[in-house]
């Protein structure tokens, strides 16, 4: 069965600190994999997009990692601000099906 | 939003009615989704469109329709409300079904009493 798992459900940290975020996919065949940032109220917004042959991917003080073999992803979070408060959204790509994990809460405590 | 409008954002509406929710794209995309999301799931998928008048079933395609009539308007409908279709409803476009990135609209808060 295609599943997207994701943990923590949430997680609280202080401004300044760093953090990661980790997905656990059984999608097949993998296509790709998206991490996705929601605010309260508002639609995800693209993080980043990783195929198969890249294992990392960096977009300002967010940096994704992807194990094809292990078949697990990690978003890492630097020196947190208190705008990255959010949900996070793991989202697998297979042939005609995109798979969303639940996300992960995050809180940054000033 | 990446030029993408969802109308109405907020609606509140009776068990039994029709609703329709309108999603307006001004990028051209060739591909159009409705998701709703509701807590304790991911997002989940409605129904899509692969271009003018061709659409297709998601995974939770039951008590929803959509239609298509120009590239930039994708409309969803509810025929007869239901509580269980009380949530929040996402439209998303995309240039291709594959690599390329979805991008997604405001969203929609349905509630249905």
């Known amino acids: 069965k295609n599943q997207v798992e994701q943990s923590p459900q949430s997680l609280i940290i202080l401004e300044g600190k760093n953090c990661t975020l980790q997905c656990n996919y059984t999608v097949s065949p993998f296509s790709n994999l998206r991490w996705y940032k929601q605010d309260t109220g508002r639609g995800p917004v693209s993080l980043t997009i990783?195929?198969?042959?890249?294992n990392t991917k960096s977009n300002g003080r967010y940096t994704a990692t992807l194990d094809a073999d292990t078949k697990q992803s990690s978003l890492h979070i630097t020196a947190s601000q208190l705008s990255d408060s959010a949900s996070y959204i793991c989202v697998v790509s297979a042939t005609k099906k995109i798979i969303f994990g639940k996300g992960t809460r995050l809180h940054i405590l000033p | 939003d990446a030029g993408i409008t969802q109308s109405p954002r907020h609606k509140v509406t009776e068990t039994g009615t029709p609703v329709t929710l309108r999603c307006h794209q001004t990028e051209n995309h060739r591909y159009m989704y409705w998701y709703r999301q509701d807590p304790g799931h991911g997002l989940r998928l409605i129904h899509y469109?692969?271009?003018?008048?061709?659409?297709d079933k998601g995974e939770v395609s039951d008590g929803y329709s959509v239609s298509r009539s120009k590239t930039e308007d994708f409309l969803l409908t509810l025929e007869s409300a239901t509580s269980s279709q009380t949530s929040v409803y996402f439209c998303?476009?995309?240039?291709?079904?594959?690599?390329?990135?979805?991008?997604f609209g405001p969203g929609t808060r349905l509630t249905v009493t």
């Open positions: 990783m195929t198969f042959s890249e």
């Open positions: 998303a476009i995309s240039e291709t079904s594959g690599v390329h990135e979805q991008y």
């Open positions: 469109s692969y271009g003018v008048k061709d659409t």
